[in-house]
């Protein structure tokens, strides 16, 4: 039953996407999921056009990416065509598999600026930006975005601004399944992913509250969209796109032992610390640990604990304790 995933020329060896997700999908996290498997294109955090156009060094480093990502999309946004032609012609270069735009992002600085989801409210915009950066590219290009801003009577607009992504040569398409009002609140209506996939030719891709694997097959078999993308439930279980690829092959789910959970956490926050300055890893190691701990026996004393450490060592030797008193 496992349903392939080709975008453009790129082959998917399962049909499985993790999400761009600002302040997490840097390098270690995309390799970490690389590593656990399961996962066909992993994503980067969204990368802002004016920035990179401007020539601000630390955005521009954020595009850098290993061989062992790939295949990779990088995701970029803005509202100025010219502008985010001249970054799509960047990444053009940098040599992803894949060029995603955000049409989807809901914080008011990004909506103010006229990117992100704004942009569903203007299709008019957001046509020339997409065609603005098919000309530049020598790959793929994907659109990511919502049912619309949410503010207005005449929304949603997602289904007329897939027919434009298809009509101007994009090669899939996400949709998360809630308004651009909504944030992360109420539950994704993946009712309209299966109606965006039944008006559309080219591949879609759906998106919003795929937590296990079972949410995972449901929306497969609900909406027939062409493939699954998962943020936050990746965050909470990094070996969500194993367990969904396994239940694809119609194999069981892995085993997770407590051991895998206590090595993952490690090996993610060792090499961090390895390769940032001590107070970039820390907060880094602090995001992560917030996640990766929910659930864990004693995961609230652990996390305060953790909060309340300056220094990456001692944050290492805080969470191998606690390992060592739970198994
Ligand atoms: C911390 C965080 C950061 C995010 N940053 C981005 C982003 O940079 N670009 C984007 O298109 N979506 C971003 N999103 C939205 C996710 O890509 C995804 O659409 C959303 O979380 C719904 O999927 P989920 O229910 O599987 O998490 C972000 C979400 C979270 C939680």
């Known amino acids: ?18 999400a761009p997700m600002a302040g997490i999908c840097d390098r270690y996290f995309r390799r970490m999921i690389r590593r656990v498997g399961g996962v066909g294109l992993v994503s980067m955090e969204f990368i802002s056009a004016e920035a990179v156009t401007r020539g601000i060094e630390p955005i521009i480093e954020k595009m850098v990416f290993n061989d062992d990502e790939r295949p990779l999309a990088i995701q970029i946004y803005g509202s100025d065509p010219d502008r985010m032609a001249e970054c799509a012609a960047r990444v053009d270069e940098l040599g992803p598999e894949i060029c995603d735009i955000n049409m989807g992002c809901p914080a008011n600085k990004v909506l103010k600026g006229c990117a992100g989801a704004a942009l569903m409210a203007d299709l008019g915009l957001a046509a020339r930006i997409i065609e603005a950066c098919r000309r ?27 027919r434009i992504c298809q009509d101007l040569g994009v090669a899939a398409i996400t949709l998360h399944a809630r308004t651009a009002r909504q944030m992360y609140t109420g539950r994704a209506d993946w009712s309209h992913i299966r109606r965006l996939k039944q008006s559309v030719s080219i591949p879609v ?37 194993r367990r969904i690829a396994a239940r694809l092959e119609g194999r069981p789910e892995p085993e997770i032992s407590l051991d895998d959970r206590r090595r993952l956490m490690l090996d993610h926050f ?36 953790l909060g309340r450490l300056s220094a990456p060592a001692d944050f290492l030797t805080a969470l191998d304790e606690h390992f060592g008193q739970i198994t």
């Open 1 to 18: 039953m496992s349903p392939r995933l080709r975008i453009g020329g790129v082959e998917l060896a399962t049909p499985l996407v993790l």
């Open 136 to 162: 530049r590219l020598n790959r793929p290009l994907t659109v990511k975005f919502r049912l619309g801003l949410g503010r207005r009577a005449d929304e949603p607009t997602y289904l007329e601004l897939g």
């Open 205 to 241: 891709i759906g998106n919003g509250d795929v937590f296990t694997a079972d949410d995972a097959l449901a929306m497969f078999e609900s909406t027939g969209c062409d493939g699954v993308m998962a943020g936050r439930g990746v965050l909470r279980d990094p070996w969500l796109f």
């Open 270 to 305: 060792r090499w961090v610390a390895r390769e940032e300055p001590p107070h970039v890893a820390l907060h880094k190691m602090r995001t992560f640990a917030g996640r990766y701990t929910k659930g864990l026996a004693g995961g609230r004393a652990l996390r305060e604990k």
